[in-house]
Every structure is written in structure tokens, then in C-alpha cells.
């Protein structure tokens, strides 16, 4: 699919209360070799496939494939806005998820090597954002992005914009998480 020369995508946020009440997103670490956004930190989520009936089934199956979040487990509670990026010329459609706590990640290792869970209240503090250096295969020469630092990788780009326009709507409880 494609609108105004722009690829669909889709992606999931999934989002959970851990075992002392604070809202979490799980976020994924791309293998450095993992195409456009190799060594980056991401969502859940890639191009549809004929066999998706829409993109919220594409953000699901793409969660299913790259992590092991079983749909059974994931409950969607809304289509965000769509995000554009013409660095990389993709439209994505984020969807909202609440998940339960303590899941077991299943990595799909070729695309993914890690899963992170950094608190809203981490994510929302205006003292961890700061310009920093982005190297990856694709970027062997630093990029200087605005982002924040999570546990050595740098969370930037496309996945911080999605995160921006979402985050203070949890914060205020626009959804029962």
C-alpha cells in the first residue's frame, strides 16, 4: 500500500502496568543489519502482507512475529494518528495496546535483539532528552538526533514523534491502562 508516494505501515504500541503500578512501554531493539532502521529503537510493526486484512491485523501479526506478543494477550484500544517520515518514505499507523504484565519475549532474532520497557514517567522527563550521537551500519558517522539515551541505545526519530504526541494522553489517563 501506498498513499502519496509514501509506504504503509503499522505498528504497535503496547503498553503495561508493571507489578508497582507504573505504566511501561515495550519498545524493541532492530538487529544492526535490519534494513532502514537497523540498530534503531522501534515499535513492534512492519509492512502489510497480502494475507493482513488491515493494519491494525499488520501491527498485530508484525508484534506476533518479532517479539511473541500472542494477539490472545493484546488488547488494542485505538488507532493513533499516522506518522510520515520522508527520510525513509513510510506512513505508520500506530495502535494503542494494552498488554498484561510479565510477558515472555520470543525474539525474532534476525530482525530483533532486544526488548526494552522504560516507564511513561522515564519517557516524559524532560532531563533525559538531550542531541546525541546515532551510529549504526547504515550511519557509521555519528548522526546528532534529538532523543534520549535507554540503556546505551538511542530512542529518536519516527518512534519519538509516536511516543511525543502519545505519552501526555497517558499521563492524563485518556485511556484505563
Not at 23 to 36: E, Y
Not at 74 to 85: A, H, N, Q, W, Y
Amino acid at each position: 500500500m501506498t498513499s502519496g508516494g509514501l509506504r504503509s505501515a503499522a505498528v504497535l504500541v503496547p503498553v503495561f502496568r508493571d507489578d508497582t503500578g507504573k505504566l511501561r512501554v515495550v519498545l524493541i531493539v532492530r538487529a544492526d543489519d535490519g534494513g532502514l532502521h537497523g540498530g534503531q529503537i522501534g515499535l513492534p510493526g512492519g509492512r502489510p502482507e497480502p494475507a493482513d486484512a488491515d493494519l491494525r491485523e499488520t501491527a498485530l501479526r508484525e508484534a506476533e512475529e518479532e517479539i511473541g506478543l500472542t494477539r490472545e494477550v493484546v488488547e488494542v484500544l485505538v488507532e493513533l494518528p499516522p506518522v510520515e517520515t520522508r527520510a525513509t518514505g513510510f506512513r505508520a499507523h500506530p495502535f494503542l495496546a494494552r498488554i498484561p504484565g510479565h510477558q515472555s519475549w520470543r525474539l525474532q532474532e534476525t530482525e530483533v535483539v532486544g526488548v526494552l520497557t522504560p516507564t511513561v514517567e522515564t519517557l516524559t522527563d524532560p532531563a533525559v532528552r538531550a542531541t546525541l550521537p546515532f551510529t549504526s551500519l547504515r550511519h557509521p558517522e555519528p548522526l546528532e538526533v534529538d532523543g534520549i539515551d535507554l540503556d546505551g541505545h538511542v530512542l529518536w526519530g519516527m518512534t519519538l514523534r509516536i511516543l511525543d504526541d502519545l505519552l501526555p494522553r497517558l499521563v492524563v489517563g485518556e485511556w484505563e491502562i
